[in-house]
Structures are given as C-alpha cells and as structure tokens.
T-cell receptor, first 113, second 112 residues
Framework: KAGVTQTPRYLIKTRGQQVTLSCSPISGHRSVSWYQQTPGQGLQFLFEYFSETQRNKGNFPGRFSGRQFSNSRSEMNVSTLELGDSALYLC????????????FGPGTRLTVL | GEDVEQSLFLSVREGDSSVINCTYTDSSSTYLYWYKQEPGAGLQLLTYIFSNMDMKQDQRLTVLLNKKDKHLSLRIADTQTGDSAIYFCAEIITSGTYKYIFGTGTRLKVLA
C-alpha cells in the first residue's frame, strides 16, 4: 500500500507570490489534514478535509485555503506569501472515522524569500 | 481548552531508558498517540493507547496513561542512537468536532 505523497518536496518563492501544494492520501482514506511546522510554533493544524468538505479549521488567516477532490487528493494554497510562511507543510491522511491514526507524508519545505 | 504540553529536550546515554512526558487538557480524548519525527521527514506513528487503558507495551516502547492527571508518558527501553528524533504526543478530540491536537515535541538526543 503506497504511503502519503506530497509534491513538491521543496519550494522557493518570493514575498507576494502564491503557492499550491499537493497531497495524495493513502488509498481508501477519505480524510486529509494539513499542518504547518515551524521551529518556533511547533506543529499547527491548518484544516481538515473529509469527502471533499472542509470539516475542521485551525486559526490561520484566509490566505491559507484548501480543497479536496473526489479521489481524496487535496491541495493547499497560500496567497500573498509572507516571510513567516516559511515552514514545513505536512499532510496527513486517515480514514476519518473510528478515531483511526493519521499517516503523515514527508512534507513540503517552503522557503519564502 | 485544548493544549498538549511536553518538555522540549531530553538527553540520555545509549543503553539507558528514556521517558518522555506529556500532559493534555481535554478529558474527552479517546485515543492518545506518540509520533516520531526524524530530521527532514514527516511524522511516523509509533504507538497509541485507548483512553480506557493504563498501559500499553510494544517491544521497547511502554506507554503509561494517567487519565486522572491527564498525563501520558512514553518509555523507550535500551535507547539507541537511532532513537534520536523529535517525539510528539497527540490527542484526538471528538466532542463537537474531530481533530488532532499535537504537543510541542520533545527532542531526544542519545549520547553514544
């Protein structure tokens, strides 16, 4: 069974640009969650999608958005990038029911210059 | 409130036992998890415990749960240099919502 994949693995952007990150969950998993990891703030929950609907949302500004497709693949978009958006963005998939554990992808390292 | 706290650093000698502690605040948590993150990688699930259990053992790993004090610990026996990583505890909140709350992470350094 293939694991969670994220593309791209590394990304360099400049302030003001926008970026789209992609996550393919484990086959059969319907829930995809996104996290931002920085040295200072630790692991912060961005949002979760389940069956193409945003089910939960963390405390991030509206510049951070996401969506999920019918095949459960998910994309995360950040508009008007700021220096502080530099982070490791992690995606996790789970069945979304019965409290099953989350399986994480390797992450996308975003650097904003 | 929703908050999961861990100490930031732990240093042990190879062969000793490591104990990583975690406190959480949501009493409705049903499952609690331990994840390991190696440099440059995502999080890897190590083990989990159901809230009606006090202890779970899995090879070198022992998880202890004190639900009254909302305290969770992970003991690693015979710690090896390959165990050096950041360890995160996490709880899942299902009352009114469905989301995971992660701790701040404990960086374990194993000295040879």
């Amino acid at each position: 069974k293939a694991g969670v994949t994220q593309t791209p693995r590394y990304l360099i952007k400049t302030r003001g640009q926008q970026v789209t990150l992609s996550c393919s969950p484990i086959s059969g998993h319907r829930s995809v969650s996104w996290y931002q990891q920085t040295p200072g703030q630790g692991l912060q929950f961005l949002f979760e999608y389940f069956s193409e609907t945003q089910r939960n949302k963390g405390n991030f500004p509206g510049r951070f958005s996401g969506r999920q497709f019918s095949n459960s693949r998910s994309e995360m978009n950040v508009s008007t990038l700021e220096l502080g958006d530099s982070a490791l963005y992690l995606c996790a998939s789970s069945s979304g029911t019965d409290y099953n554990e989350q399986f994480f992808g390797p992450g996308t390292r975003l650097t904003v210059l | 409130g929703e908050d999961v706290e861990q100490s930031l650093f732990l240093s042990v000698r190879e062969g000793d036992s490591s104990v990583i502690n975690c406190t959480y605040t949501d009493s409705s948590s049903t499952y609690l998890y331990w994840y390991k993150q190696e440099p440059g990688a995502g999080l890897q699930l190590l083990t989990y415990i159901f809230s009606n259990m006090d202890m779970k053992q899995d090879q070198r790993l022992t998880v202890l749960l004190n639900k009254k004090d909302k305290h969770l610990s992970l003991r690693i026996a015979d710690t090896q240099t390959g165990d050096s990583a950041i360890y995160f505890c996490a709880e899942i909140i299902t009352s009114g919502t469905y989301k995971y709350i992660f701790g701040t992470g404990t960086r374990l350094k194993v000295l040879a």
